[in-house]
């Protein structure tokens, strides 16, 4: 792109219509949020305001037109009524100017904006917003997802909460207020792997009777300690060094400073972009499409349709291209101590000596009702498996904050990951689910390859269940990590089903369920 060159960016996704010009920085920006006169966002009530003010919003930063080269637009994911209205103006700025069009994924251009924002280079990604909450980071050619929210979006379920007690919209902000004077009551954490749900959160603190402030406080302690605690799962399995929030419910300062606190302790940095760039902005939109118009990318009219459903690990990264992305920290399985993202391994000669360690980050009832539970259930658990014939250590010994056990010696699954292998790791997990146990955090790091066997390790969000959506999950987290870390996805995912299905009876319910989960996380 010429020197004096400017992109246009329309955003419109849902609550704000924006237009902003970027050339070498950002020329202009200006904004209309539609508010909802009571309840949560109407998508038709919001196409039409945006339909309202895209004339005054649009001229307010087409100063100077003949400089244009690119108009910009977010093409999903998002509402089907406002993405049409944004793509309709798009398209007929990009004939009346002469220039191409960029088709920008929101949730892409939420990242990118924040890279620019705070000079971070590959960082993992908090992405938490309305209707979005995935931990995303780089690698060959693409941003992957390494969790998501599993039901509904961050933001949607602090907004839901409010909206039950006569809050306005949006709640986060309220709910940020009224938690600063409020305390600790227990409600549910829910972490599968590296997914999140936050339904059954909601549900539990609208049905409570505590005072207000107190359940308030609560939702946002526990909702950002899953989501700190995925992000930090992230960061440990992809061994970069930086952590960025983007998105709306960034702009909170208790999810900020939860985020800087569990970055402080792993050593690595953490970023927050300033708040006009946080929550849906033009400026995200424009810069993202200056940097692929800058990389060839353009989107020819006819192929212009909007994409609700837009993932953001379906954007070929091409502005990176020349980057491998960084992935795979060194595991504890080399000897030595290590700090896995909730304890501290320390291998010994004869045996491993695993204990959860404290998480300054959370609030101390919930660390210590999370270091209990957990470290119970683990060593339940893993003699319940092995009674099972699945493959698991042998357990020495056991207290509130540590279990000690036998050392499996092997390949972490991450590093021999080849169908034969992933075979027998399907074997295992069919025995494991056979047993009416979910493993919970099913990652290539958590199997040791050893004489023939996938030995399983890691049972510290272990469950019993005899769910099949349980089962479904717990191995739609497993393909997940197959799919961020692997070329070879799809056939090492069949040879997983081969094994599932040799040592598992209720092997195809389970693997139709993970596929229904799969499509369920595609933008709700
Ligand atoms: C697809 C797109 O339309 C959507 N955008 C979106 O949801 O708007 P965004 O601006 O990124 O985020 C809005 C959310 O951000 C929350 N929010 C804003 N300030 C907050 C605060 N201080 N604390 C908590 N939540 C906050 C709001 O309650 C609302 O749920 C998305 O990115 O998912
Ligand atoms: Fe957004």
Not at 4 to 10: F, N, R
Not at 106 to 119: Q, S
Not at 193 to 203: H, I, N, P
């Amino acid at each position: 792109m010429s020197h004096d060159g400017l992109v246009l960016g329309l955003e419109g996704t849902a609550w704000n219509l924006s237009a902003a010009l970027f050339g070498d920085d950002l020329v202009a920006l200006h904004s209309s949020p539609y508010v909802p006169p009571k309840g949560g966002i109407h998508p038709r009530e919001a196409a039409q305001h945006h339909a309202s003010v895209m004339k005054e919003v649009v001229s307010r930063v087409l100063t100077e037109p003949e400089r244009i080269k690119a108009v910009a637009f977010s093409q999903g994911p998002g509402l089907g009524p406002s993405l049409r209205t944004v793509a309709t103006a798009a398209r007929a700025l990009s004939i009346a100017l002469g220039v191409p069009l960029v088709g920008v994924n929101h949730c892409v251009a939420h990242v990118e904006i924040g890279r620019w924002a705070t000079g971070f280079r590959d960082p993992i990604v908090l992405y938490a917003s309305g209707a979005n909450t995935q931990v995303l980071g780089y690698l060959n050619g693409r941003y992957r997802i390494f969790g998501e929210t599993l039901d509904i979006g961050l933001g949607n379920a602090l907004d839901k909460f409010a909206r039950s007690h006569d809050l306005p919209h949006p709640g986060g902000p309220i709910i940020e207020k009224l938690a600063q004077k409020g305390s600790y009551i227990e409600l549910p954490y829910t972490v599968k792997g590296m997914d999140l749900a936050f339904s059954g959160l909601v549900s539990a603190a609208q049905e409570s009777s505590a005072a207000l402030e107190d359940v308030c406080f609560s939702l946002q302690e526990t909702a950002f300690a899953m989501c700190v605690e995925v992000t930090e799962r992230a960061l440990a399995h992809a061994g970069k060094d930086e952590v960025l929030l983007v998105g709306g419910v960034g702009a909170n300062r208790r999810l900020q400073e939860m985020l800087q606190v569990m970055c402080e302790e792993r050593g690595a940095a953490f970023a927050v972009p300033e708040r006009t760039f946080l929550g849906d902005n033009g400026a995200m939109i424009a810069y993202t499409g200056k940097v692929m118009l800058e990389h060839g990318v353009t989107l020819p009219l006819e192929k212009s349709q909007i994409r609700p459903g837009f993932r953001s690990d379906e954007v070929e990264v091409t502005w990176r291209e020349d980057e491998p992305g960084e992935i795979f920290a060194t595991g504890p399985h080399e000897g030595g101590t290590a700090r896995g993202a909730e304890a501290v391994v320390e291998i010994r000669e004869e045996d491993v000596v695993k204990r959860r360690v404290s998480k300054r980050y959370r609030s101390p009832a919930l660390d210590k009702r999370l270091i209990t539970e957990r470290t119970r259930a683990e060593a339940r658990l893993i003699a319940a498996a092995r009674r099972a014939g699945v493959p698991t250590p042998v357990i020495h010994d056991i207290t509130a904050d540590t279990i000690v056990m036998e050392r499996v010696e092997g390949d972490l699954l991450k590093y021999v990951a080849t169908p034969e292998t992933i075979r027998l790791a399907g074997e295992a997990v069919g025995r494991l689910h056979g047993a009416g146990i979910v493993h919970g955090d099913l990652t290539t790091s958590n199997m040791i390859v050893r004489n023939g066997q996938c030995v399983l390790i890691d049972f510290g969000l272990a469950s019993t269940s005899a769910e099949i959506e349980d089962r479904g999950v717990d191995i739609h987290v497993f393909f997940e990590t197959l799919e961020s870390t692997t070329e070879n996805f799809e056939e090492l995912k069949q040879a997983f089903i081969e094994g599932y299905a040799e040592t598992f009876e209720g092997a195809d319910e389970v693997i139709a369920r993970e596929h229904e989960v799969e499509l369920r996380g595609r933008y709700l």
